[in-house]
């Protein structure tokens, strides 16, 4: 069904032809750790290997990751335990054998990320150090440098990129459209670059495949652990071009980000639920540990359940904070373990040795994307998605802590594979492919602010009919606003069609499961047991169907 009551959204955004162009076998768009495992396992394939960068390499979110990387590398744990608490956070929409591939081939990968350098935190018999975090029933977390997991992984993936002569890297550049050959398969992409000499402004790089690895969208609420690179780019590329979308509705809000007058900027410290994992205490304003009794598992119950707990609390006192008391585990323990979190806390003025730390939820994965098979193949043929940006269906309705970082190298591996096995000559981009009937026109980028507090509002942790009927039309009136083409303006636009799908999507589903939260729709309803699919048509119209679980 097509759906209506919701912003225009444009099927391209370049509004005139590239101004330059060059070729590559394979185009991979974004530099975390799904965009450079895919790199380095394509040259592994003999590939050449183009990695485009919307700011400089490591501006990710891979880097701002804390808790680590969910495997089985203890003898003790399964693949079957990881599989059924990775479907159980799920709440019913995982798919099984989607998880089966990423709890078996997991393991492998790791070791894999180690050969290659990546310093994972030893004990002193030189094992693995594995910890535990919210949802896991086993200790399966491997971290490194205590708490600064993401920066180890981003090093060591940025250095074995840089190692290799054959993968070119292009910072600063913005993709904008698919390119797609006479038989409709994907053959490159335009893109904005800030560069010198002759790549510099609107050019298209040709491909034989194209690899969307660009991350999350934590940048359509006022509030996220996400950096300000994360503003749906992948998503809103593949549904102008046409691909699927599902399950983006379930956004999942961490429960504890840092919360202090000191920080200012959507992007909030994150407070790693491997300090829950350790054994701080949530507590309210009196003290009391207000997660015993709501799970068995208590502070470590999935994110969906501790973020609703903590939005209970403050939807009864008032505050917006509640607080994380890890002052039993020591000053020595805390600094040696989780040094990011006591250096941005103290900067900002609280001790975690002495003091309570002030923490709510944060817009902080994007569980849904853009919708692929088990070899990362998305509805159009020769385009891939891994990472934050895909939907491989190994989330379900809410990801399990920790299974981030390793869907993106499970996945970017298969994709490697896949590619290599059938690897197309380049084709030329159809005469006019680009050229929808609403195309071409972008979202004033003064837009930015009000697009996040009217989705915080109406589209956050808690939703209802009222609310999502309330965000959709703000929606409708920013998307109105518009202005001429450039990086802020194409984010801008890119940040509105993503929020209008998930205002889309979340009106639909009438229930509540995982990190959806409606507020008029209290429980998880059997009927509801599937996914909402998207799809953007050749007139830019917005279609919506819902596909039972097998
Ligand atoms: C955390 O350290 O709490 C975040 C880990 C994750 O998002 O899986």
Request: with cysteine; net charge negative.
């Amino acid at each position: 069904m097509y759906l209506a009551d919701l912003p225009e959204l444009p099927r391209r955004l370049a509004a005139a032809d590239p101004g330059w162009s060059e070729t590559t076998d394979v185009l991979v768009v974004g530099s975390g750790v799904a965009g450079l495992t895919a790199a380095l396992h394509l040259r592994e394939q003999g590939l050449h290997v183009t990695v485009v960068t919307k700011v400089n390499i490591d501006d990710g979110s891979t880097r701002w990751a804390q808790g680590g990387i969910a495997a089985v590398l203890d003898p003790l744990d399964t693949p079957a335990a990881h599989a059924n608490d990775t479907e159980i956070a799920g709440v019913g929409l995982c798919d099984p054998e989607a998880v089966r591939v990423l709890v078996e081939e997991g393991p492998a990968r790791v070791r894999e990320l180690i050969r290659l350098g990546a310093a994972f935190d030893r004990n002193a018999d030189g094992s693995l150090m594995l910890t535990r975090e919210g949802g896991h029933r086993a200790d399966r977390i491997v971290h490194a440098g205590g708490d600064a997991t993401g920066a180890e992984v981003q090093r060591a993936l940025h250095e074995a990129v840089h190692r290799d002569p054959w993968i070119r890297l292009v910072e600063h550049a913005l993709v904008l459209d698919l390119l797609r050959g006479a038989d409709g398969r994907a053959c490159g992409l335009t893109l904005h670059v800030l560069g010198e000499g002759s790549e510099d402004g609107v050019g298209a790089i040709l491909a034989r495949a194209v690899v969307l690895a660009t991350g999350g969208m934590g940048q359509i609420y006022s509030s996220t652990t996400n950096p300000s690179v994360s503003t749906g780019d992948g998503v809103a590329l593949a549904l102008r071009a046409g691909a699927e979308v599902t399950d983006v509705e379930f956004v999942q809000f961490h429960p504890t980000s840092f919360v202090s007058a000191g920080v200012t900027s959507v992007q909030r410290p994150l407070i790693s639920e491997a300090l829950r994992g350790e054994g701080a205490h949530l507590v309210d304003e009196s003290g009391t540990r207000f997660m015993v009794g709501q799970h068995e598992l208590a502070e470590l119950a999935p994110r969906d359940v501790v973020a609703k707990g903590i939005h209970r609390v403050l939807l009864r006192t008032g505050a917006d904070h509640v607080y994380l008391d890890a002052r039993h585990l020591g000053g020595s323990f805390l600094e040696q373990r989780f040094p990011t979190i006591m250096a941005s806390t103290r900067a900002a003025g609280v001790d975690p040795a002495t003091e309570l730390i002030p923490v709510a939820p944060a817009a902080h994965y994007a569980s849904g994307g853009v919708r692929t098979d088990l070899h990362g193949r998305t509805t159009i043929p020769g385009l891939y998605a891994c990472g934050e940006v895909a939907c491989t269906g190994v989330h379900g309705a809410n990801r399990l802590a920790s299974n981030s970082l390793l869907e993106g190298l499970v996945f970017a591996k298969r994709i490697a594979d896949d590619i290599a096995r059938e690897l197309p000559p380049q084709d030329e981009p159809a005469p006019g492919s680009l050229l929808g009937a609403k195309s071409g026109w972008v979202v004033d980028p003064d837009v930015r602010a009000e697009l996040q507090r009217a989705m915080t509002r109406g589209a956050g942790v808690l939703r209802s009919a009222a609310s999502l009927e309330d965000t959709a039309g703000e929606l409708t009136r920013l998307g109105a606003r518009r202005d001429t083409p450039r990086n802020a303006t194409w984010e801008a636009t890119n940040l509105l069609t993503v929020a209008t799908v998930l205002v889309a999507a979340a009106r639909t589903r009438r229930e509540t499961r995982g990190c959806h939260w409606r507020e008029d729709h209290p429980v998880a309803e059997d009927e509801w047991r599937g996914h909402l699919v998207h799809a953007l048509d050749h007139q830019a119209r917005l279609s919506q169907t819902f596909e039972e679980m097998a």
